[in-house]
């Protein structure tokens, strides 16, 4: 139930863009997605829910394709800050977060 | 607001101990989920409580239990420690039970010695 995440890791420079994805092979309450910078805990972006509805970050959006059961997160005009590794959590149950095992992005100046 | 709040920040322990951790949800949040990330993995789910209630257990053994009280606190136990117990524990609250904004505490790191 473990959602997959692509890439792995990327490497990015100031003011660059960069697309996270995230699949699920079971139909799909909502997508959640996480920044976790070392040695934190991961901090709260976006949610996207059955329906379209979103709430999160202004300066991030992303999409939910819920009959493919896909997720990607759009990061644009990258900053030093948006370094760390991200999480897509995909919830099934309605009650849990099942969490993929993240992409590493790293920005440079 | 206060966001969410765990204790204690580290805790060392050995193998055979018992530990407990605890969690105070945001206020308002009703809902408290607890994870454990090994380094270099993602979140893993061990329990969800709403109102008091287990509403979800993940693939972990009985050795870890836990319980939410009236103020919506919880505590995660975790008896007979391994090695492998050795991880970041995370506190996560929600206003909702279902598919909600869901905020992290700053977590425990747990060392067994």
């Known amino acids: 139930q473990q959602p997959v995440q692509s890439p792995q890791a990327v490497i990015l420079r100031e003011g660059e863009d960069a697309v996270i994805n995230c699949s699920s092979s079971?139909?799909?309450?909502?997508v959640h997605w996480y920044r976790q910078k070392h040695g934190e805990a991961p901090v709260f972006l976006m949610i996207l829910l059955k329906g379209g509805e979103q709430k999160g970050h202004e300066k991030i959006s992303a999409s939910f394709n819920e009959k493919k059961q896909q997720s990607s997160l759009y990061l644009t005009a990258s900053q030093l800050s948006y370094s760390g590794t991200y999480f897509c959590g995909t919830e099934i149950l309605g009650y849990a977060l099942n969490f993929g095992k993240g992409t590493s992005l790293l920005v440079t100046p | 607001d206060a966001g969410v709040t765990q204790s204690p920040t580290h805790l060392i322990k050995t193998r055979g101990q018992h530990v407990t951790l605890r969690c105070s949800p945001i206020?308002?949040?009703?809902?408290v989920s607890w994870y454990q990330q090994v380094l270099g993995q993602g979140p893993q789910f061990i329990f969800q409580y709403y109102e008091k209630e287990e509403r979800g257990r993940g693939n972990f053994p009985d050795r870890f239990s836990a319980r939410q009280f009236p103020n919506y606190s919880s505590e995660l136990n975790v008896n007979a420690l391994l090695l492998g117990d050795s991880a970041l524990y995370l506190c996560?609250?929600?206003?909702?039970?279902?598919?909600?904004?869901?905020?992290f505490g700053p977590g425990t790191r747990l060392t067994v010695l």
């Open positions: 996560a609250s929600r206003r909702l039970a279902g598919p909600d904004t869901q905020y």
């Open positions: 079971k139909a799909l309450y909502s």
């Open positions: 206020s308002g949040h009703k809902s």
